[in-house]
């Protein structure tokens, strides 16, 4: 795959037809988006917040405040990339991430990773295309695969502020949905609210 390919996906010129009104539905339902401000050096944010590339890792502009909370991230293209949880004291510059005790992530090896131990493996690799949703109650963090609920959660998560964290390299590029998803939410889970929402 040539670089001209990679950023001319990175940027959004092979949008689908629904892109434009996709994107316009986001914005007025959430306002959460990766943060510009908490990214790495080598990371590159477009679609207004909604998809990574690059070398690095964002979190998103909000924590999750609420009791139950859901977002999607696509797989846009291959490559090395995670997505998960971490604190505002990650390393957003080093990735893989899950390698510290400040981030909790499924890597595209298909292994759920924290403090530099694999604590599970799927039983299918994620591919470019799949849509992985993650919950979070916490209590309990969870993925979904394509809709279908991975058999495993990890526990005993902590930090004071908890946020949604996304990282790229060698090529691979990732959309987050934090509004507007492809499947329903499970039953009790929701888009993740801003605390002044929950007021």
């Known amino acids: 795959m040539d670089c001209l390919h990679c950023v001319r996906t990175c940027f959004g010129f092979t949008r689908g037809p629904n892109y434009k009104l996709n994107l316009v539905k986001e914005q007025l339902i ?100 799949d849509i992985i949703g993650v919950t979070f109650d916490h209590i309990d963090l969870k993925f979904l695969l394509n809709n279908n609920i991975v058999e495993y959660s990890v526990t005993g998560i902590r930090g004071s502020e908890l946020y949604p964290v996304l990282y790229v390299d060698e090529g691979a590029i990732l959309d987050v949905s934090f509004a507007s998803f492809q499947y329903s939410p499970p039953p009790g889970f929701d888009r993740i609210l801003l605390e002044k929402s929950l007021l």
């Open 30 to 129: 959430s306002n959460v988006v990766l943060d510009t401000s908490n990214m790495g050096n080598d990371v590159v944010i477009v679609k207004n917040g909604h998809r990574i590339c690059g070398t690095g890792a964002a979190l998103a502009s909000a924590p999750i405040v609420q009791n139950k909370a859901y977002f999607e991230v696509k797989i846009q293209q291959t490559g090395i990339w995670g997505l998960g949880l971490a604190t505002s004291d990650v390393n957003v510059s080093r990735v893989p991430l899950g390698n510290d005790t400040e981030s909790w992530v499924l890597r595209n090896d298909g292994t759920i990773c924290h403090n530099n131990e694999a604590v599970f493996r799927l039983r299918e690799t994620p591919m470019e295309g």
